[in-house]
């Protein structure tokens, strides 16, 4: 799980690597302050404001995510289990993270920047699917398991599961609108999932389905 969570880190990495070199304008409002003020620019540059947003979002989640990595760190010490152990597992999650870090570079050194984005929009979503769904079955384990390591589990899932649920829904709420854009239809830059805070299933499809009245 460690490598996986690093790989994330890299697939973040490549897509801003990728986006670094777009000429972009001078679109800088990721404060929070005036969310009518964004909008009303964003629809008049969308590459430009979601870019600048989409890359606040991403950068947050890198932060969050190397605070994951500690804390699943003194969970592993808490079970008396070694971080750096190679299980058979961890060798395929590496192959998949390895697979989505070479899309991401595949589709960056193509001459479609928006595609590029959108490979890497796509293949975050793919590594905080695996994400979201190894947290989850690590909160189920908490009622199974005692002392110590029922503790340390207990507290690293309430402190990281809501973020990855946030990491997910919001970037898949991204990729869904920064394709609409794509295709020349009306789009809602930035999703609704982020003026919402969906950090749940079912926020993220309320979020979707009210999608048409941030358009
Ligand atoms: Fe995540």
Same mark, same amino acid.
């Given at each position: 799980m460690q490598v996986y969570l690093g790989h994330v880190i890299v697939i973040r990495r490549e897509g801003f690597e990728h986006h670094g070199t777009c000429p972009l304008g %001078?679109? &800088?409002? &990721? %404060?929070?302050?005036d969310r009518a003020r964004r909008r009303k620019t964003l629809r008049s540059s969308h590459r430009e404001y979601g870019y600048e947003d989409l890359k606040e979002e991403w950068n947050k989640y890198l932060d969050e995510t190397r605070t994951h990595q500690e804390i699943l760190g003194s969970v592993f010490e808490a079970a008396g289990l070694d971080i750096g152990t190679e299980s058979p597992g961890r060798s395929v999650v590496r192959q998949k993270g390895e697979a989505l870090v070479a899309a991401v570079r595949a589709a960056r050194n193509g001459d479609d920047p928006k595609i590029a984005e959108l490979v890497a929009a796509e293949s975050v979503v793919e590594a905080e699917s695996k994400n979201h769904q190894n947290w989850e079955l690590l909160g189920r384990m908490v009622e199974h398991l005692d002392g110590e390591l029922r503790e340390a589990l207990s507290e690293a899932y309430d402190e990281v599961a809501d973020q990855e649920a946030h990491h997910l829904f919001h970037t898949m709420g991204w990729a869904r609108e920064l394709w609409l854009d794509y295709l020349g239809v009306p789009a809602a830059l930035p999703p609704p999932e982020e003026e919402k805070q969906v950090a749940t299933q079912i926020g993220a499809g309320r979020a979707e389905k009210q999608r048409d009245e941030y358009v």
């Open positions: %001078g679109a &800088s409002l &990721s %404060g929070h302050r």
